[in-house]
């Protein structure tokens, strides 16, 4: 009997732990501007429904964040402050500097499944869908034009492809797109997906396309390209590409795409008059122009904050076990 205690004590004990430890206690300066806070309230709002984590409004500042209406935005972590102004929130930023507070890594777009693969919300959503994909309300991923995958994390054409240059790109900052052939002419049979992918989800591809020999002969009055060249991911760039006399105002252009990837796909006509060399793309990695001023706690800190909790459960845990045996 005293074993069987003794578990649903432990039991007990640890799911109060985990449970407080999804308990956010925070509260507001009194002279914040009235925007501020609604901002701040209605990403609280969204990550409640979204998460397991429960947000309580506190008259005690100790052990809760402060949101602060400093004209700027910021986490402080010395203070355990979240610094914000109406110059810089927004809906997206004020989910994201609550994400920030909370975790030990810059957030992903989706602030949501970060927060809940962080604090274990198995009840909750927590698969992250790659490359544009949305997610479904059975929590799973949709995937845009040319991915699939269960995260679309893959190229759906891969096994179409025609030359060896196509595929994912992934272990460079910086880099060049072209088919294998080139700067020779490549079959007039060339099917080829390229993806260009940082590692940080906050990160972006800057790209500009250098050459473009694509078949821009013999076209319809209304066609722009013989061969279909697409580039999906930034929204700056107009699907199809055209290779007539429109495209040359593209060449030299600089692009950046809207988040973490970049995805081109090019279909050569197999019927044009000659064979053409394709295209030639130069591209790097660069940061997201964003909340990057807002600090993110140490990995020392997330370290220490760890073993206190485990130094904290095995006190609670041996005195239980004391008083049962005594």
Not at 53 to 75: E, M, N
Not at 137 to 161: P, Q, S
Request: charged share 20%.
């Amino acid at each position: 009997m005293l074993s069987i205690n003794l578990l649903i004590l432990i039991f007990s004990i640890f799911c109060i732990s985990i449970n407080d430890g999804r308990i956010i206690h925070y509260y507001f300066d009194e002279d914040n501007e009235e925007r501020v806070n609604e901002c701040i309230i209605n990403a609280i709002d969204h990550l409640t429904e979204e998460t397991c984590l429960q947000f309580v409004r506190s008259q005690v500042p100790k052990d809760s964040i402060l949101f602060l209406d400093s004209g700027h935005c910021s986490w402080q972590e010395t203070n355990n402050t979240v610094h914000l102004g109406v110059n810089c929130i927004n809906d997206a930023m004020c989910s994201q500097i609550i994400a920030r507070a909370l975790t030990n890594d810059r957030p992903y777009p989706l602030v949501s499944r970060i927060l809940n693969l962080k604090y274990n919300c198995t009840d909750k959503c927590t698969i992250l869908c790659e490359n544009g994909g949305s997610i479904t309300g059975d929590c799973t991923c949709e995937c845009g034009y040319g991915f699939t995958g269960d995260r679309c994390e893959r190229l759906k054409g891969e096994a179409l492809f025609t030359d060896t240059s196509c595929g994912i790109r992934d272990d460079d900052d910086d880099g060049t797109i072209a088919l294998s052939s080139f700067p020779g002419n490549a079959p007039k049979q060339t099917y080829c997906q390229w993806l260009i992918k940082a590692d940080e989800p906050w990160e972006n591809i800057e790209f500009e396309i250098v050459e473009l020999d694509l078949d821009n002969e013999n076209l319809l009055p209304s066609q722009k390209c013989g061969d279909s060249f697409v580039i999906f991911g930034s929204s700056s760039v107009q699907n199809p590409i055209p290779c007539n006399s429109e495209g040359s105002a593209i060449l030299g252009q600089k692009y950046r795409s809207d988040s973490n990837w970049l995805f081109i796909e090019l279909r050569a006509n197999a019927y044009s008059l000659r064979q053409h060399k394709g295209p030639l793309i130069k591209y790097n990695v660069v940061n997201e122009d964003g909340p990057n001023n807002i600090r993110t706690f140490s990995s020392e800190q997330v370290s220490t904050s760890t073993s206190t909790f485990i130094a904290s459960f095995w006190t609670l845990l041996m005195t239980a076990i004391f008083r049962i045996a005594h």
